[in-house]
């Protein structure tokens, strides 16, 4: 049940948030908690429900090593969570792509495992090794069990995040000394859902077919060079809006409950150097690889040279966690060097107290086309159509695929909305809808003072706009939308 279909909108959402209200009149301190668990769990199983048993399997066995290491830090223990999940995740989203190499270095057949890779494994699996980490480190509270199937499964964040952290979710579930369902928060709710839903089903589904026609054509020829750039930045725009838009109804949705999530997306692509995009897209991804793959690893305090190699090394495996392919590892090792690149570069340029207007926009625009070229390989079925894709745009002879001059105008106007239009947190920030993690501080944009004034009387019927818009666009489409990229992963 996607966020962006009419079921889920007119009658999952409106049941869940009826429900809640009545469960927690009922007792509001453990009523909206059981009533949350079950209808997240009924959201997981409506997907396949022969797959429950797996995220319950998960829960349990995480709860119970939670359990035992705040009873005894033992290292052992810690051991046998982090194994069980790597395994896990290993098991169900690597082992095919394992027996593929194998086959391939060995010139043999071994056979089709036939594994159906579990909704939202990877995003519930490091949750939970995050959280046994920092049991063993002493930094989180003991939860009750139903707390901690909440904070697994809550279903506005399950399948595509935002990976959250036990600190930010725990509190709000623990204990509550106020209603879940707050008046206050119901107008940035609705702004949140309306405008991620115009993201997904106008904005990056109708970019979609330019970039799948163009990466199509990549598969068996090399496209002219004006298409190859337009497919490229057609998928890099259409997997912005995409996550931008699943980023936002999340967190609407989870306000609708009276729970704020961390944020998870901050208009990456005005991001001034690749270290600033990082604290943009994905922020919560970030984190995790930051605080539990490349400080582990020794971080920076090891010199310089293996400071550098655990950068790489962290984000090969953020590349490997996207998906069991070598484009999605080409991808993370292309990032890992931008990052080298950044670091080195202001090691040896130091930055001045003030970023002017030139600069500012140069690494703007360094930035996005780096992470243009970095998406060909993440959008590209294999090597050989990502070698055939950065053929075209580099000047190889190729052939026309697109016809018109209707992508431009498409890909002008997304590059206007994401380097100049608020996005939806600096839009609703004074309702304090999200948690910010600490990685994202400095990111923030100060809204002009004359806007502030105009918010709530434009924001309103600019809300209802998009919406019925988005819901024309879902009913000309015979009720069909497209899964959100990230639910792949």
């Given at each position: 049940?996607?966020?962006?279909?009419?079921?889920?909108?007119?009658?999952?959402?409106?049941?869940?948030?009826?429900?809640?209200?009545?469960?927690?009149?009922?007792?509001?301190?453990?009523?909206?908690?059981?009533?949350?668990?079950?209808?997240?769990?009924?959201?997981?199983?409506?997907?396949?429900?022969?797959?429950?048993?797996?995220?319950?399997?998960?829960?349990?066995?995480?709860?119970?090593?939670?359990?035992?290491?705040?009873?005894?830090?033992?290292?052992?223990?810690?051991?046998?969570?982090l194994v069980f999940n790597i395994a896990l995740l290993g098991y169900f989203k690597y082992a095919g792509f394992l027996v593929d190499n194998v086959e391939a270095a060995l010139g043999t057949e071994i056979g089709n495992l036939n594994i159906v890779l579990p909704l939202a494994i990877s995003f519930f699996t490091f949750q939970?090794?995050?959280?046994?980490?920092?049991?063993?480190?002493?930094?989180?509270?003991?939860?009750?069990?139903?707390?901690?199937?909440?904070?697994?499964?809550?279903?506005?964040?399950?399948?595509?995040?935002?990976?959250?952290?036990?600190?930010e979710m725990m509190p709000q579930f623990q204990d509550r000394e106020q209603r879940w369902f707050q008046r206050a928060l119901i107008a940035p709710a609705l702004g949140f859902i309306a405008i991620g839903l115009y993201k997904k089903v106008v904005l990056a589904d109708g970019i979609a077919p330019i970039a799948d026609q163009v990466f199509f054509a990549a598969n068996t020829g090399v496209p002219a060079m004006a298409d190859a750039w337009t497919g490229a930045f057609a998928y890099t725009f259409q997997i912005y809006f995409d996550f931008s838009a699943y980023s936002d109804m999340a967190?609407?949705?989870?306000?609708?409950?009276?729970?704020?999530?961390?944020?998870?997306?901050?208009?990456?692509?005005?991001?001034?150097?690749?270290?600033?995009?990082?604290?943009?897209?994905?922020?919560?991804?970030?984190?995790?690889?930051?605080?539990?793959?490349?400080?582990?690893?020794?971080?920076?305090?090891?010199?310089?040279?293996r400071r550098y190699v655990n950068l790489m090394a962290a984000m090969l495996i953020g590349g490997l966690w996207h998906g069991a392919a070598w484009t999605f590892v080409v991808w993370g090792g292309l990032h890992g060097l931008y990052l080298v690149v950044n670091h080195l570069y202001r090691r040896l340029v130091p930055a001045p107290s003030q970023q002017g207007p030139v600069s500012a926009w140069a690494g703007r625009i360094s930035t996005l086309l780096a992470v243009v070229i970095a998406w060909v390989f993440f959008r590209a079925d294999d090597f050989g159509s990502a070698s055939r894709m950065l053929q075209g745009m580099f000047g190889g002879a190729g052939e026309s695929v697109l016809a018109g001059g209707r992508a431009y105008l498409w890909?002008?106007?997304?590059?206007?909305?994401?380097?100049?239009?608020?996005?939806?947190?600096?839009?609703?920030?004074?309702?304090?809808?999200?948690?910010?993690?600490?990685?994202?501080?400095?990111?923030?944009?100060?809204?002009?003072?004359?806007?502030?004034?105009?918010?709530?009387?434009?924001?309103?019927?600019?809300?209802?706009?998009?919406?019925?818009?988005s819901l024309l666009v879902i009913i000309d489409r015979g009720g069909a939308t497209q899964r959100f990229i990230y639910m792949i992963f």
């Open positions: 049940m996607l966020f962006s279909t009419v079921e889920f909108l007119f009658i999952f959402l409106p049941a869940a948030v009826a429900g809640l209200l009545l469960a927690s009149s009922l007792s509001w301190r453990i009523g909206g908690v059981v009533w949350l668990v079950l209808v997240s769990l009924f959201f997981y199983a409506y997907w396949d429900a022969t797959l429950l048993p797996l995220l319950l399997v998960s829960i349990a066995v995480n709860y119970a090593c939670g359990y035992f290491l705040f009873s005894r830090r033992s290292r052992a223990i810690l051991w046998a969570g939970q090794i995050a959280y046994l980490v920092d049991v063993y480190r002493g930094r989180a509270s003991e939860p009750n069990f139903l707390n901690y199937v909440l904070f697994v499964s809550f279903f506005p964040q399950l399948i595509s995040g935002p990976i959250v952290h036990h600190s967190v609407g949705i989870a306000l609708l409950f009276g729970i704020r999530l961390p944020l998870n997306f901050n208009s990456p692509y005005r991001a001034t150097s690749i270290i600033d995009f990082w604290r943009r897209w994905h922020i919560t991804l970030s984190r995790f690889i930051r605080d539990y793959i490349y400080i582990p690893l020794g971080g920076n305090r090891k010199g310089l040279s890909l002008c106007a997304m590059l206007v909305i994401v380097w100049f239009m608020p996005n939806t947190w600096e839009l609703f920030r004074k309702y304090d809808p999200v948690v910010v993690p600490p990685v994202a501080s400095g990111t923030e944009r100060v809204i002009p003072a004359r806007l502030e004034r105009l918010r709530l009387p434009v924001l309103a019927p600019m809300g209802v706009m998009l919406f019925i818009v």
